[in-house]
């Protein structure tokens, strides 16, 4: 198993981060990915994958709802960071669109979302993409770099058939899938019985959305593995061949040995 996105270097873990990470190996997750958020979670990210060299790997991006009046000013910095020889970052994320609770850098966020999707075609990395309340202008932005052999994952995927369907008409990307798979009243079932599962890989997005029977708790690593037994339920196939195909499509993505 591969935990395609997860910020288990977050404050929320600093009393465990190391039980944290043995849990994960003891249930069998290979990998855990971790992508970036802002300037400041830079040096702790760095820090958890410099503890567990060829079992954590970190990305670089400015997380959509983190873009403020000096966005301008980080992202010089990350792009600094990016063009350092063996940069240790195996993407550019967690990267996006949030609209949900405000829009008041509206503007900004689409700038900071295509400079960094530009990162992206330079550099020959894949993109973690967060959008919330933004399909349409997620899309749109999309669509101007159509041409530029992007590879990537929407993260958190939770939109409808149709939706999937636009975001899967760029060949290179797949949906992150979560915790929220599990949840009672989730439809994503119903949308990933039209979505080959090769176009589909596992995530939990620690410490948020853990999936049953943990929701409501931290979610941590570990529990990728309660996400990729109920998606082995909707492909109707073992968890030994969810695991296979994800698991290969995440190396496929980000390069990974």
Known sequence: MIDTHSHIYGPEFDEDRSQVVERAREAGVENVLLPNINADTIAPMLALCDEYPGYCYPMMGLHPE?????????????????????????????VGLDFYWDETYRQQQL????????????????LVIHSRKSHRELVEVMERHRSDNLRGIFHCFGGTVEEAHELLSFPGFVLGIGGVLTYKKSTLPDVLREVPLS???????????????????????TYVADTLRRLAEVYQ?????????????????????
């Open 199 to 221: 176009r589909v890989v596992v995530e939990t997005d620690a410490p948020y959305l853990a999936p049953v029977p943990h929701r409501g708790k931290r979610n941590e690593s």
């Open 111 to 126: 700038d900071a979302f295509e400079r960094q999707v530009c990162w992206a075609r330079d550099l020959n990395l894949p």
């Open 66 to 94: 983190d873009v403020r009046d000096d966005y301008r000013q980080v992202l010089d910095d990350m792009w600094q960071l990016l063009q350092a020889p063996h940069h240790p970052y195996i993407a550019v994320g967690e």
């Open 237 to 257: 196939c073992t968890p030994s061949e969810a695991d296979k195909v994800t698991s290969e499509t995440s190396k496929r993505i980000f390069g990974l040995p």
